[in-house]
T-cell receptor
Framework: GAVVSQHPSRVICKSGTSVKIECRSL??????MFWYRQFPKQSLMLMAT?????????EQGVEKDKFLINHASLTLSTLTVTSAHPEDSSFYIC????????????FGSGTRLTVV | RKEVEQDPGPFNVPEGATVAFNCTYS??????FFWYRQDCRKEPKLLMS???SGNEDGRFTAQLNRASQYISLLIRDSKLSDSATYLC?????????FGTGTSLTVIP
């Protein structure tokens, strides 16, 4: 079945630094990638949607200059949290929709970001 | 072996039917379990958490079987609006593992 590999699974960084999260589709082409975050005891919240080769579409309230999304190839999308602050500490997860309709949405395993 | 296995379906059922989804997990140390619902091209939304004692919310019943390492979701009296993809989610430590989702279509 479709697999999305997400790395790192856990990262601790200092306030003011940038963190890059990668999601790779291993056996299918991810034409669309969704990025979510989830704060404790809350549901996944969609941050942005990106299609390969085009600019990401951000949800209301999500700063595009802070959360940089790159989807330069059909198998790789990255989310960079720039100048991270403690309030950015969250669980970030990607979800890919591939070119084979039967797979639906495949999720990465998530990244736990802690900014100290 | 995948952390979470879920039958992708699709399940096509008539209105009013009862439908059940199962999801198995591989790590016996997993501590929390959830069912999410996802509509087409939208983000998954938490449907319900799953507790060892089982829990019910209206037409939806979720159960956890730790011995066999599976969780289930039962939908009674299916409505057209129940058509969606249902994701099971298993938390192990600080990691969340998602099933690939089960597609449900309720037919008039």
């Amino acid at each position: 079945g479709a697999v999305v590999s997400q790395h790192p699974s856990r990262v601790i960084c200092k306030s003011g630094t940038s963190v890059k999260i990668e999601c790779r589709s291993l056996d299918f082409q991810a034409t669309t990638m969704f990025w979510y975050r989830q704060f404790p005891k809350q549901s996944l919240m969609l941050m942005a949607t990106s299609n390969e080769g085009s600019k990401a579409t951000y949800e209301q309230g999500v700063e595009k200059d802070k959360f940089l999304i790159n989807h330069a190839s059909l198998t790789l999308s990255t989310l960079t949290v720039t100048s991270a602050h403690p309030e950015d500490s969250s669980f970030y997860i990607c979800s890919a929709r591939g070119d084979r309709g039967g797979y639906g949405y495949t999720f990465g395993s998530g990244t736990r970001l802690t900014v100290v | 072996r995948k952390e979470v296995e879920q039958d992708p379906g699709p399940f096509n059922v008539p209105e009013g039917a009862t439908v059940a989804f199962n999801c198995t997990y591989s790590n016996s140390a997993s501590q929390s379990f959830f069912w999410y619902r996802q509509d087409c091209r939208k983000e998954p939304k938490l449907l319900m958490s799953v507790y060892s004692s089982g829990n019910e919310d209206g037409r939806f019943t979720a159960q956890l079987n730790r011995a066999s390492q599976y969780i289930s979701l039962l939908i009674r009296d299916s409505k057209l609006s129940d058509s969606a993809t249902y994701l099971c989610v298993v938390q192990t430590g600080n990691q969340f593992y998602f099933g690939t989702g089960t597609s449900l279509t309720v037919i008039p």
